[in-house]
């Protein structure tokens, strides 16, 4: 695979991906703990994972549709950037259990994380956190968070809740 | 080819999985995949992508059976171990361990027969070691889990 390069600096893309960390970090240690160990590591895990699958499937060749980082080559940074997703699944989730939300709740609270995303994905993209190429457009990227994000609800509730 | 082969070896891997007798929890299940998904899928790109010791095809049926041997039969055969380390006796660990690691390295050796995964500066020796290194996490993980579950039943709810 061909690499190129699209920037060899330590600047936006980077302390991007470090102040959403930062941030996320903040947000898990302040708000109250509302989950078992093993659900508030599920729902920071599968963002994580999520992430990974689809990143490492359709993101590199033959897909190849887009890139992460400063290199088309897989970096040790961009090890590190998937941490920056964790803390959105905790916070998905802890919405709708703080809220309470049901139903109709529920689609136009999922609605309202996938804009969201694209939103903050169009900002990632503006930094050089992600770089579209092959046809690749950030709209693309609107049903697969809803999918995701649907897939987390209800992984959450079999796996953790009770009734 | 390799696709039809590994899309077979995926439901046999899923199958065996379902029907075994599982000692720990759909949830602890799940966090354990999630944990060697996270390490497998980053090992398989920083070793093919970062280092090119290996080198994936871009036929997409090989890919896509890389796919299904990175997300699905790695991990899946892992969990297997796993779950199998926390509920048999020691000898049978033993020969189930020894059984399911040669297991892994043929699914490797197939990989590497079809061409999905033609190996550059990479030999079978580190292969089997990488693979001896992910059975010890799963049996670490299973352990980690068990206790964890054992603690208390809260650990596993809300």
Redesign the interface.
Known sequence: ?ENVVYDDRFNGNEWLVLGLMAAGLAGYLILPK??????A??NL??G??IG??FD??IA????DLYDVGDEA????FD?LS?GMYAPFGYFFIYGI?RFRLRSLGILLYIAVWALGGVGLEWVCETVGVFHYKNGYRLLYSLPIYFVTESLHLV?YR?????H | MVLVVNAILSWFTLAVFAVMPRKLPAAANTLAYMVLAIIDINKLSILSFHYHFFVISKQVPDFLSVILHRDIIISVTLLIFMNTTLQAKRRTVLWAGAGIYTYLLLLCWIMHLFGAVEYRDWGWEINGLLILLLMGLSWVLGRGFKSLGAGGGETWRM
Not at chain 1, 60 to 63: E, H
Not at chain 1, 73 to 76: A, D, S
């Open positions: 695979m509302r989950f078992s160990p093993m659900a590591w599920f895990l599968i994580v994972v990974l699958l490492h499937t590199v060749p033959p897909f080559q897989y970096q040790w090890v998937y259990e992984m079999r796996l953790f809740k009770r």
